[in-house]
């Protein structure tokens, strides 16, 4: 199976476990590093804890089991994705509005590729920032990874 394939059946799979529990599926990454890491990423108000991750993980194990749709040795990892999560959907940016974030760019604008600012809203090619008191609208298309902001 593709990465892209794995990582909808596991999607789907997991919201399966999750439905009609307060938790949400952020991600699914299936990834090779120096080995093949299939990471799945939840939340809940108030953060998930650990009998939430090992819960999600021991039925998502199961039906991997079972139905074997992945061919490579994988580890498996269930957790929450961080104060500093990546926002990738919508419902993120809808969920994060006026929060700052980090913003990485795949090729400079204005001679960066890294800004911070404030989510502002989003069209289905643009996503709005305020950076720097000025509005600012990059392509989506133009953005590698936006992530929340976290002042030390």
Aim: with cysteine; aromatic share 8%; proline share 3%.
């Amino acid at each position: 199976m593709k990465r892209e394939a794995v990582e909808e059946f596991v999607s789907s799979v997991v919201e399966g476990i999750i439905a009609g529990t307060d938790m949400e599926l952020v991600d699914v990454d299936y990834v090779r590093e120096r080995d093949w890491y299939l990471r799945v990423y939840i939340d809940k108000p108030g953060g998930v804890d650990l009998d939430d991750c090992q819960g999600v993980s021991e039925k998502l194990s199961a039906v991997l089991d079972e139905k074997d749709p992945i061919k490579e040795n994988y580890l498996l990892e269930v957790s929450s994705p961080g104060l500093d999560r990546v926002l990738k959907k919508d419902k993120d940016l809808v969920r994060y509005n006026g929060r700052d974030v980090d913003i990485q760019l795949f090729k400079p604008i204005n001679g960066s590729k890294q800004y911070m600012g404030a989510v502002q809203g989003f069209t289905d090619t643009t996503i709005d920032f305020t950076i720097n008191g000025e509005s600012i609208s990059f392509e989506r298309s133009a953005i590698a990874q936006i992530r929340l902001h976290l002042d030390f």
